[in-house]
């Protein structure tokens, strides 16, 4: 399990994966809404080797009524885990077969209890594995050069400490030069071999899903989200069709229906209840973070308390201290967001019906059925929530929907659940995934917000979108 710092601990902006920058100021226009989601286009995915999964799948048909023929059962393991090949042979192919007809009518593909949470990474081609060993065998020797050095340099400290005009001075000064170009090809040689070694290249099922129609595409790392409300029209049509994807599951069966019976309850009258968000007064400062740091999330929890609160006339409680909520501190909670302890569910909230809560932290959702792990996923859904949202493994903070952008879309009813995960994420080929029955409009009927309303979090940040 990583800690707090490694969540941001590389900076995104420019991508191992990007070629370049393509940077413009948000406006509303491009705010403007660009789905329109129906019960028919929604595509069910369920594993047939689970009659849980079938079942689930069967209650969400008839509850929301959606085709029969939405249904694509395919033969996959009953595990959480899928590995890559497997997931292109079992679930990518077969699904591309079932859908190659109907790829025009398909907007939503929703992944049912059973269905692997996760597929692993890519495996290096016998080329690289080649390249890896004449890596690994630089780095070691590189390794071995740099022991002595230390050991050197620290001998000459001592003597010019002593002595500062000596002539070890010079020694010691031309050593540490020695030292940073010896570290600066470590780093190098290390980078090469995680590329070489397709690290990183393991994500979220379903995240992975949102490019079942895209070919060969760079899996190391992650690729921007076409969907995202700032990228322009012109860059998605120079793609295939990106995928709106969310997954109908919890900690057993029983959940994954309620979710379900939940959503489709609380539409009727609106979502009720109080906004709680729990920052952490880390101040934003836009000359050292792009909006994607520790900074620029916490400055969006900020912005989300202030824009349902001041505009929406919403019911706020905000914590801006560093300790989270204390338990049972937060009753009638309709939305939490909050941060940052890390696979470890803290049990302050007292959910209504249909909440909707994430915890942003590195791996909330490495497994939704494991009951020995305290992870916020599995909990939040377990206590009562209707949808919640996290990583499967370390997504850094930019692999989150911001706060501010994600409630904001949310309460002004004019999008689905999935369509403002969808609007907001990032990233996708990457770690997070969205629980909860995606047609669920929890302020359909009270309406909080106008979508213009809803502007790139936080203010002052750069907002520069990396796109291939």
Partial sequence: MKTASRIHARRVIPFIRTTYL?????????????????????????????????????????????PKENRIVLDLPKTEDINRAD??????????????????????????????????????????????????????????????????????????KADPKSEEAKDLEQARDEQKKLASALKFLENRQRWLSHAESHAALDNELMLLWWDKYELRRFQLNLLHFQVPESKRKEKPPVLMTAR????????????????IEVEKTGLKGIAYVDARDIRFDPKSDDGYGYGGYDESMREMAALLKDQGKMEVTLDNKPAVFAPNSCPECALYCGWYSHGNFVDSCGFVKGAVAW?????????????????????????????????VAEPYTIGFP??????????????????????????????????????????????????????????????????K
């Fill in 87 to 160: 997931y292109n042979s079992k679930l990518v192919a077969p699904l591309r077969e079932a859908l190659k007809d109907r790829k025009d009518k398909i907007k939503c593909l929703l992944c049912i209890y059973g269905v692997p949470l996760r597929v692993g990474g890519d495996a290096p081609s016998d080329a690289e594995k080649t390249q890896l060993e004449k890596v690994e065998a630089e780095r070691k020797t590189s390794q071995e050069k740099m022991k002595p050095l230390e050991a050197r340099i620290k001998e000459l400290e001592v003597k010019v």
């Fill in 248 to 263: 109908l599951d919890g900690p057993t069966p029983e959940v994954a229906k309620r979710l379900v019976d939940d959503a």
């Fill in 402 to 467: 911001k706060p501010a952008e994600f409630f904001g879309f949310l309460v002004t009813g004019e999008y689905t659940l999935v369509e403002c995960y969808c609007r907001t994420l990032v990233l996708t080929s990457w770690m997070c995934t969205l629980i909860g029955d995606p047609l669920y409009n929890p302020y359909k009927a009270t309406p909080k917000l106008k979508s213009e309303q809803v502007v790139p979090s936080p203010k002052g940040g750069k907002f520069a979108m990396p796109v």
């Fill in 359 to 391: 915890h942003l932290a590195s791996s909330e959702a490495v497994s939704l059925r494991r009951k020995d792990l305290k992870l916020w996923c599995r909990n939040i859904l377990e206590k009562g929530a209707a949808a919640t949202l996290g990583p």
């Fill in 22 to 66: 393509f940077c413009f100021l948000a406006i509303a226009g491009l705010a403007s809404r660009c789905f329109a989601l129906e019960p028919s286009e929604v595509f069910l995915i369920a594993n047939k080797n689970m009659p849980e999964s079938l079942a689930v799948a069967e209650h969400y048909q008839q509850k929301r009524a959606i």
